[in-house]
């Protein structure tokens, strides 16, 4: 998909983000995909790049290290997860659902990797979609 397929699709089942929000910079994606070893998917990074325009119902993580919406980080979630124990090296948290609960991508099935849902209660992870623009096709449903 591309940016602006994506932009059409977020329009039509979010609001609009009230505040003026940075988008990640050339060195935030840098750090993040040297912190994990791997190319993020451009649909991804298209992603995380709009949600400086929407509002996102639970906490879409950040990437960028400027002006944000008050969510975490990425790599500070990942980090507090990795310390908290139980937290599988590969999983790669952008979405946090609550409860300790994330939907991630893996960071060894890169640039190429589906989407995972990592339940904390349970201590499982299950694929939700097998790539990134399959589960944004599905954010339409999934909002309802």
Not at 11 to 35: A, H, Q, R, T, V
Not at 65 to 93: A, Q, S
Request: contains cysteine; negative net charge.
């Amino acid at each position: 998909m591309t940016r602006d397929e994506i932009a059409n699709l977020l329009d039509s089942i979010l609001d609009k983000e009230l505040g003026d929000l940075d988008i990640p910079s050339f060195s935030d994606w840098e750090k993040i995909e040297k912190k994990f070893g791997c190319q993020l998917p451009m649909e991804f990074r298209f992603f995380i790049e709009l949600m400086t325009e929407y509002s996102f119902p639970g906490d879409i993580l950040n990437v960028s290290n400027g002006k944000t919406n008050g969510n975490d980080t990425i790599e500070f979630t990942y980090d507090y997860e990795m310390n908290f124990g139980g937290w599988k090296k590969e999983l790669i948290p952008f979405y946090s659902v609550g409860n300790g609960d994330y939907f991630c991508l893996l960071s060894n099935e890169c640039p190429n990797t589906g989407v995972y849902y990592y339940s904390h209660e349970e201590n499982n992870i299950e694929k939700d979609a097998g790539n990134f623009e399959k589960w944004l096709n599905q954010l339409p449903a999934f909002l309802s």
